[in-house]
């Protein structure tokens, strides 16, 4: 368990260490030093050290230099207990990290949340036990009840002077903002907050599973991309809808760092749109929004298979993508779709826009990009789907035929067959 030398996670330490025999619970505490109080710090982990040791608990202690580390100290420091805590969860030093959050600390989290603009997964606050292994089994108790009882008991602990310092915005809420609002406002502001805390934690729970079904209905895998339907999200209900496009974000990037109301409300006025198409560049994410589906994707790109296009000479005419190479005027080149590009359709007697064949036949915008075009001199021969340009069409009179095939090739393999008679390229 974590024990700083205050009197919260001393209480919880003495009440875990009664409870040991009872519950079959093998005890190891964890002390941090931040290196923010000098000697004071040295103090305290001294102290953890010795209380470790009288009652015969192995004691593992990590020193940190939070202030060299840069930031906004206080999440720094919170950073690192977190990587503390879990790295002796992975590592099988311990199975649980329980620590001393009460009852104030969640009244406090939940005000400082609100005041930062969170949502109701902010106001849900602090979980009494978390996925990764965090346990607060004294979230329901009050920090005037621990002293009490410590005091009664004649349990010593410490005060970290740090606590005083109102530089840290969650001191001066628990200094100066809270005690203002319970003294004009009201008495029982912190029982209020933690039962929003509560209340926001059920609807965090219920959510968690209603949106897994929504999912599953709405959303479809596109390679490292999410797809959905505009028309199906702007028709849900504004709560369902705004929780959909954070599931979809969570599912590309990982997580929803960076991603707040404003950004999730964009992607809801891009669905609700009236056709047209359109992007949208946010926090590690790219959205795109072309025919009638709205695409989630990292903004790094991500991992894909490239496409490749490769070309061997062929005996048979057979129908498809065959070129006749004696009208080539040039050596074959692959690229991507430029604007301006225009290929002439087997049948028609003028040429026509990539763009406007993008358009007819429903190409997302997405997909254009990288959309390749095989070229002989400077002039479009083939491209994907729409294939061989008409002046280059092998015919039943062509002498010598080169088909051409777009293949996909693992990220990391080489597209060359060393067997094939004729040069090919790729994208």
Not at 132 to 153: D, K, N, V, Y
Not at 349 to 372: M, S, Y
Request: net charge positive; aromatic share 6%; charged share 25%.
């Amino acid at each position: 368990m974590a024990v700083s030398g205050g009197a919260d996670s001393v209480c919880l330490l003495t009440i875990l260490l009664e409870l040991a025999p009872r519950r079959d619970l093998h005890l190891r505490v964890l002390h941090l030093d931040h290196g923010l109080r000098g000697a004071e710090s040295r103090a305290d982990a001294e102290f953890v050290e010795g209380l470790a040791a009288r009652l015969g608990i192995p004691f593992e202690l990590r020193a940190v230099n939070v202030a060299a580390l840069g930031g906004n100290l206080e999440q720094t420091a919170r950073a690192a207990r977190r990587d503390f805590y879990l790295g002796a969860i992975r590592d099988g030093v311990v199975d649980r990290v329980a620590t001393g959050h009460t009852a104030d600390d969640q009244a406090e989290t939940v005000l400082f949340r609100f005041l930062r603009g969170a949502g109701i997964t902010g106001l849900a606050g602090m979980r009494a036990l978390t996925p990764e292994g965090i346990a607060r089994p004294l979230l329901e108790l009050r920090r005037a009840e621990i002293r009490s009882w410590l005091s009664a008991r004649g349990v010593e602990w410490r005060e970290d002077s740090s606590n005083a310092e109102r530089r840290f915005a969650r001191n001066r809420i628990r200094l100066d903002l809270l005690p203002a609002l319970e003294r004009d406002w009201n008495p029982s502001l912190a029982g209020t907050l933690v039962q929003l805390s509560r209340i926001a934690r059920d609807e965090e729970d219920y959510w968690a599973q209603a949106i897994l079904t929504l999912a599953a209905e709405h959303l479809r895998a596109d390679g490292s991309a999410v797809l959905i339907s505009a028309k199906d999200l702007a028709q849900l209900a504004p709560a369902a809808s705004r929780r959909l496009v954070r599931h979809a974000i969570e599912v590309v990037k990982g997580d929803l760092s960076g991603v707040e109301f404003h950004h999730v409300e964009r992607v809801l006025e891009l669905a609700r749109k009236r056709g047209g198409h359109g992007r949208l560049l946010l926090p590690g994410l790219d959205v795109w929004r072309s025919f009638g589906t709205l695409r989630f994707h990292r903004a790094d790109g991500g991992s894909f298979a490239p496409p490749h296009v490769v070309w061997n000479e062929i005996d048979t005419l057979v129908s498809g993508d065959c070129l006749d190479a004696d009208r080539l005027i040039g050596p074959l080149a692959v690229r991507t779709w430029q604007p301006g590009d225009a290929m002439m359709l087997v049948g028609r007697n003028k040429e026509t826009k990539i763009k406007d064949l993008f358009q007819r036949h429903r190409v997302p915008c997405w997909d254009r990009g990288a959309w390749p075009m095989v070229t002989s001199g400077g002039r479009i021969v083939w491209t994907r789907r729409f294939g061989v340009d008409a002046h280059f069409l092998a015919g039943p009179g062509s002498a010598k035929l080169l088909l051409v095939q777009e293949i996909t090739v693992p990220a990391g393999k080489s597209a060359i067959n060393e067997s094939a008679a004729m040069p090919r390229t790729s994208l």
